[in-house]
């Protein structure tokens, strides 16, 4: 399976500004998603970041709060803008790849830990 | 839309067998995954169900009803260190190879 490199691992960010998170793929993948871990919960999908198009957003998820950028089929960043504290969350990349059982499988990068302050 | 129903939390035995159940509700029914996800790490991908059966694979099994909506994942021979968070999912109705996760069940093994 793919492996999955995201960086910042976590970061502590003041009320207000606006943090860009990255996502690099050891090999080229079609498929790539940002999903959202809010403290004891489950993840919950941004959106699917397209490779030379603009991502799309689930419902509840905006372009404005969450720019995507998808420059190849190697890396993708997500921004999250105007950061608020309702915004501290883990923030996962994950790609689709094949399984032996012909499964669209999700890996998952190793996340990166918010907190606003 | 969908809809995935977990327990919130589980309590086992080390040695004994738990068996974690997920109810949902799709459109568009294309899979369901088990994944499991230890405090601080990422979700590692468990198992996948398709068609409807049981998928063994060493001490975990899976269990898919596609009348019913209803899934399992059996852990045999617990072990400390299955103490994580067990998330199922379903592929989105559209199968564009985005998953759609349940809230999770905790569980927690116990000497």
């Known amino acids: 399976s793919a492996v999955i490199s995201q960086k910042p691992s976590r970061d502590i960010c003041q009320r207000g500004t606006s943090l860009t998170i990255q996502c690099q793929v050891d090999s080229q993948v079609t498929m790539m998603f940002w999903y959202r871990q809010q403290p004891g919960q489950s993840l919950t999908l941004i959106a699917t970041?397209?490779?030379?198009?603009?991502?799309?957003?689930e419902s509840g998820f905006v372009i404005d709060k969450f720019p995507i950028s998808r420059p190849n089929l190697t890396f993708s960043t997500l921004t999250v803008s105007n950061m608020s504290p309702e915004d501290s969350s883990i923030y996962l990349c994950?790609?689709?790849?094949?399984?032996?059982?012909?499964?669209?499988?999700?890996?998952f990068g190793a996340g990166s830990r918010l907190t606003v302050l | 839309g969908q809809n995935i129903d977990q327990p919130t939390e589980m309590t086992a035995t080390e040695g004994a067998i738990v068996q974690i159940n997920c109810t949902y509700q799709t459109s568009g029914f294309n899979g369901l995954f088990w994944y499991q996800q230890h405090a601080g790490e990422a979700p590692t991908f468990l198992s996948y169900n398709v068609l409807d059966g049981l998928e063994e694979k060493g001490r975990f099994s899976s269990f898919l009803s596609r009348s019913k909506g209803y899934s399992y994942l059996l852990l045999k021979e617990l072990q400390m260190k299955d103490s994580a968070s067990y998330l199922c999912a379903v592929t989105a109705p559209s199968n564009t190879g985005k998953l759609i996760f349940g809230q999770g069940t905790t569980l927690q093994v116990k000497p």
């Open positions: 970041a397209n490779q030379g198009s603009e991502a799309t957003y």
């Open positions: 994950s790609v689709s790849s094949g399984g032996a059982s012909g499964a669209n499988v999700l890996t």
